[in-house]
């Protein structure tokens, strides 16, 4: 089976050629996404009844006891930055605050889990958030902390961040063993396999992974080290949407795609309940060994159809109007689309460099994620077997970030970004930072962290900084919380 024949048995032969060559007018997307959405909403159905109707009853050792059927876990996390105060001619309503500052956030999560018949597993999380970034999450594209969402609250509230189900659909090949976890059970998949997934999620559940930058609340902190700054992926401001997405393992290869559904306003609370604004994700993946140690690489392309302001149309709305330009006064239904690469490879047991590199379309606003338009990064984590501290782990990460002449000319008649906007940018450069960080394993479930990053034109201004950010992280985890069962 080609990916091609994989595509087409997910969505009908009109929608599939629109879908490879581009055609059609950019309001007839959204009844192509709808569609799509349907198919691998369809797909997970068929298959999931399918596998259910044809596995054998499970071995009184298989799924036979509350412990093997269902799953609890937990997490909290304890985050404090604070910069050091730095030079600051001028600022904006979206700058970062230029004193000595500091900001908290917390958050705790409970993972419930429930294995429904072969390889299907159903997953809700409900969180508990507390906290603000710094300056509000305002002031750096490659914002300083992952643990701050774009909301925040002085006092705790509740969300329910995730809830959706999953079926692996094996395919043979080599058998492989996945370990239980957060939003995983334990299982054996074959190493040629299909994964279907639907429901409420991150787009990062299953795209632009990268082993070493994975979790802001045990490795690096910066957004645009977490993931690709320019993957302007589809969320709500907590980072989370309702979508479907299906994956294909065929021997070192793996070929992912996915529809999502985007925000009703530009990085807002709500998704679209109609689901007209929308995004499609594609991602190929190749596995290798190199020098007996393994290594990954992958290719991840979207297109985000939404009511999205052009930058340049927004400028010559203020000139013609004498009033500072906005974005948002000139949405309308557009294409934003960008591609990145993702890297990783493991040198020894204990070290592992990555590296991304991205691009998207600087004319029209960012609209979901931050204010990159093209980006790139390089890092390296190091465990602790060395000095005899085997949990520990020590990472460095640099990362500059760029963004295009349109939106440059934008920021600099007073116009505002997702995060950016100093009030005026008359000398721009590239947002460069450097990242490392300490995780000490105090325990098998607590983890401290201790955080440096250095940015230099924060905000791609040249005229402020550069900033100094400190933070300490205490991230605690309960693999099992059913009863009779510990950390």
């Given amino acids: 089976m080609t990916f091609q024949s994989l595509m087409q048995a997910l969505v009908d032969a009109d929608t599939f050629r629109a879908l490879r060559s581009g055609g059609g007018k950019a309001r007839r997307r959204p009844a192509i996404a709808r569609r799509l959405l349907v198919s691998l909403a369809t797909a997970c159905a068929i298959a999931s009844t399918a596998v259910a109707q044809s596995a054998p009853p499970p071995a009184p050792s298989d799924a036979s006891t509350p412990s093997d059927r269902f799953a609890l876990l937990g997490q909290a996390t304890y985050t404090d930055q ?45 969180e508990v958030d507390q906290g603000f970034g710094l300056s509000n999450t305002l002031g750096l594209a490659g914002f300083a902390s992952g643990e701050a969402y774009k909301v925040g609250a002085s006092t705790p509230y509740t969300k329910l961040h995730r809830l959706f189900f999953q079926q692996v659909i094996n395919l043979g090949g080599e058998t492989q063993k996945v370990d239980a976890g957060q939003n995983q059970m334990a299982q054996s998949n074959t190493a040629n396999r ?101 290594g990954v690489i992958k290719l991840t392309a979207f297109d985000s159809r939404a009511r999205m302001g052009d930058f340049a149309d927004a400028v010559r709305l203020a000139l013609a ?103 005026k940018l008359p000398h721009p450069g590239r947002e460069d930072i450097i990242e490392t960080y300490y995780s000490y394993a105090a325990a098998k479930w607590v983890k401290i962290t201790f955080d440096y990053q250095f940015v230099e034109n924060p905000a791609y201004n040249t005229d402020r900084g550069p900033v100094s950010i400190f933070a300490v992280r205490l991230h605690l985890t309960a693999d099992s919380l059913l009863p009779g069962q510990g950390f």
């Fill in 194 to 294: 299909l994964v279907l997934w639907l429901g409420k999620m991150s787009v990062g559940d299953v795209f632009d992974n990268n082993q070493y930058t994975l979790d802001p609340r045990t490795y690096f902190l910066n957004w645009s080290v977490i993931n690709a700054g320019s993957f302007d992926y589809a969320a709500n401001a907590w980072g989370y949407t309702d979508g479907a997405a299906a994956e294909w393992y065929q021997g070192p290869w793996t070929a992912r795609v996915g529809v999502y559904d985007m925000s009703t306003d530009p990085n807002g609370p709500s998704i679209d309940p109609k689901f007209d604004e929308f995004q499609i994700v594609a991602e190929g993946e190749r596995r290798y060994t190199l020098l007996g140690q393994p």
């Fill in 321 to 423: 109007t004498d009033t500072v330009p906005s974005v948002l006064a000139v949405r309308q239904y557009r294409s934003h689309a960008g591609i990145s690469s993702n890297w990783a490879q493991q040198l020894t047991a204990d070290l592992g460099v990555f590296s991304r590199l991205g691009w998207a379309d600087g004319h029209q606003q960012s609209y979901e994620f931050t204010d990159v338009d093209n980006t790139f990064s390089l890092g390296a984590a190091l465990t602790g077997p060395r000095w005899k501290r085997p949990d520990d782990t020590v990472g460095l990460a640099f990362v500059t970030n760029g963004i295009s002449k349109d939106f440059q000319a934008y920021l600099n008649d007073g116009g505002l970004g997702i995060l950016v906007g100093d009030g």
């Fill in 82 to 126: 604070g910069t050091a105060a730095f030079a600051s001619p001028y600022r904006g309503p979206n700058s970062l605050d230029p004193g000595a500052r500091g900001r908290e956030t917390f958050d705790a999560t409970l993972y419930g889990g429930v294995r429904l018949w072969a390889g299907a597993q159903a997953w809700v999380d409900g």
